[in-house]
């Protein structure tokens, strides 16, 4: 069974500063089948990233996907106050058919 | 547009069993490559994928739930429905119901349903 490590368990940056989260996979996968939510307090999460790098449809280019094999990471180039969330990465394949991170907390330093 | 709503108990007893019904729109389950799943997330803690439904009413589920679990579509064409046995307190949580897109993302989101588990 396939477990998705995320660091940092929570990140504190301040506005305008760039921020970079790790996923990290325990075996190889895709990297068509990595995804990346944001989920803001008492909201459902939402799609960022799709395919490790694609960003879904609306999502603001300062949010950026890359990596491969095991290693993937979500980087936000310059952080707006709305950014300060919780991140959590999915991994579609099988047994299971998914599996999600324990997500990165990023918080206003 | 697509979207989904989650609805059924608030709170529940030990031993009982769990419905929860997704109503959707914007979509059809008929559709090719298309699936419906459910995901929970107990408060304060990370998401955790239960069960999906695909288009063609193939299912796949969570494999430390599997046994409890059951996800069906419903009585309406744009229903789909999750049962769970034996609730526990430890299943107290959030519930969402999702779409798979034919990629395998959860693209669109219900706004979740809050199951308390208490006797």
């Known amino acids: 069974e396939i477990v998705l490590t995320q660091s940092p368990g929570t990140l504190s940056l301040s506005p305008g500063e760039r921020a970079t989260l790790t996923c990290r996979a325990s075996q190889f996968v895709s990297s068509v089948y990595i995804a990346w939510y944001q989920q803001k307090r008492g909201q459902a999460p939402r799609l960022l990233i799709q395919?490790?790098?694609t960003r879904a449809p609306g999502i603001p280019d300062r949010f950026s996907g890359s990596g491969s094999g095991t290693d993937f990471t979500l980087t936000i180039s310059r952080l707006e106050p709305e950014d300060f969330a919780v991140y959590y990465c999915?991994?579609?394949?099988?047994?299971?058919?998914?599996?999600f991170g324990q997500g990165t907390k990023l918080e206003i330093k | 547009q697509i979207t989904l709503k989650e609805s059924g108990p608030t709170l529940v007893k030990p031993t009982q069993t769990l419905t929860l019904t997704c109503t959707f729109s914007g979509f059809s389950l008929s559709s090719n490559g298309v699936g419906v799943g459910w995901i929970r997330q107990p408060p304060g803690k990370a998401l955790e994928w239960l069960a999906l439904?695909?288009?063609?009413?193939?299912?796949r589920y969570s494999p430390s739930l599997k046994g409890r679990l059951t996800i069906t579509k419903g009585s309406s064409e744009n229903q789909v429905v999750l049962t769970m046995t034996n609730m526990d307190p430890v299943d107290t949580g959030t519930y969402y119901c999702?779409?798979?897109?034919?990629?395998?993302?959860?693209?669109?989101w219900g706004q979740g349903s809050l199951v308390t588990v208490s006797s």
């Open positions: 439904i695909y288009w063609d009413e193939d299912d």
């Open positions: 999702a779409h798979k897109d034919e990629s395998g993302n959860f693209d669109f």
């Open positions: 395919g490790a790098s």
């Open positions: 999915l991994r579609y394949g099988s047994s299971p058919l998914y599996t």
